[in-house]
């Protein structure tokens, strides 16, 4: 790698092993698990049954949607680098809390904006930033010669 290598290069070369992606998205979930429940016992907090912003209330639609959404992003991994700790452990983190609370525990309010979770921003957080590199890094097609 040059020393002048572009973020899409270094994002690129920066790849973790199975065992470190698992032991990562462990930790997440943890940390984002303690985060509600120290947030519940101190603040109001809302329980979001729906798929987002709290429509489609069905906690079972939910998990199998998200338990779907893994499957496919663990099939692309390779792509995902290590962003994939960020959605997966998010969206772990979100179905724990269904199956405990029967929806997600949503604490962080900002005007007339859906209520949110932590997990929610590494979500959104790294399926933002892995729809930016892969439109337009080396994941692209390039044309036949």
């Known amino acids: ?4 290598a572009s973020i899409l290069e270094k994002y690129n070369a920066f ?22 429940f120290i947030v519940q016992k101190f603040y109001f907090v809302d329980v979001n049954d729906g ?12 998990i199998m949607l998200s338990v779907t959404l893994l499957a496919v992003l663990y ?4 792509k995902f680098g290590f962003l994939i700790i960020f959605i997966a452990g998010g969206a772990i983190s979100n179905i ?4 405990i609370y029967g929806g ?3 604490y962080i309010a900002i ?14 957080t790294g399926c933002f930033v892995s729809v930016l590199f892969i439109a ?3 994941y692209k097609k390039s044309p036949r010669q």
């Open 15 to 36: 790849k973790l092993s199975n065992f470190e992606i698992c032991a990562s998205v462990l930790a997440l979930i943890l940390l984002l698990q303690l985060t509600g």
């Open 51 to 62: 798929l987002f912003f709290g429509l489609y209330g069905n906690n079972f639609i939910s």
């Open 75 to 78: 099939f692309f991994r390779e």
């Open 1 to 4: 790698m040059s020393p002048k």
């Open 111 to 124: 005007g007339n904006f859906p209520v949110f979770n932590l997990a929610d921003i590494f979500i959104t």
């Open 136 to 138: 337009s890094g080396p």
């Open 104 to 106: 997600s525990i949503d």
């Open 96 to 99: 724990v809390d269904r199956l």
